[in-house]
């Protein structure tokens, strides 16, 4: 069953990438939390599809459509973890942004994200996956 998530995640980047947040919903659970990291210029947990859209949307009028290139994939059962660059170009203000960001995607029986965890290190994504 992980490997049919692994598959989920990168069609979610896929779609993401694409322009298709509703295709990313879709795949989560509706009690879904988004957690960002103190580091981030948006920090804290989100919940449910209107929260993680609001943290989308924080993003979005800061710097516009982020795009991610996923680097590394690790299959954890039940947490899949992924190591991508991010980047992002706001046409009107001319603010970029180009890093690496690792994201623990959780599932919880089924195949719906149920939890998604943001770090700027690798060790501690790895870490919080039950994978260090």
């Known amino acids: 069953m992980s490997t049919d998530r692994v ?14 947040p509703q295709w990313v919903l ?49 299959d954890g ?9 991010r980047w992002a170009r706001n046409e009107i203000t001319g603010l970029r942004i180009a890093d690496k960001i690792a994201q623990v995607f959780t599932f919880d029986g089924e195949d719906k994200c149920v939890r998604v965890q943001e770090f700027y290190e690798r060790s501690r994504a790895l870490q919080a996956a039950g994978l260090d």
């Open 7 to 20: 598959n989920l995640v990168r069609q979610g980047f896929e779609a993401w990438n694409s322009e298709d």
């Open 77 to 85: 059962g039940d947490h899949i973890v992924v190591i991508a660059h």
């Open 26 to 74: 879709e795949h989560m659970s509706p009690d879904v939390e988004w957690v960002a990291p103190e580091r981030d210029p948006f920090p804290g947990t989100y919940k449910g599809f209107e929260g993680v859209q609001e943290f989308w949307t924080r993003w979005r009028n800061a710097v516009g459509q982020l795009k991610f290139t996923p680097e590394e994939v690790i």
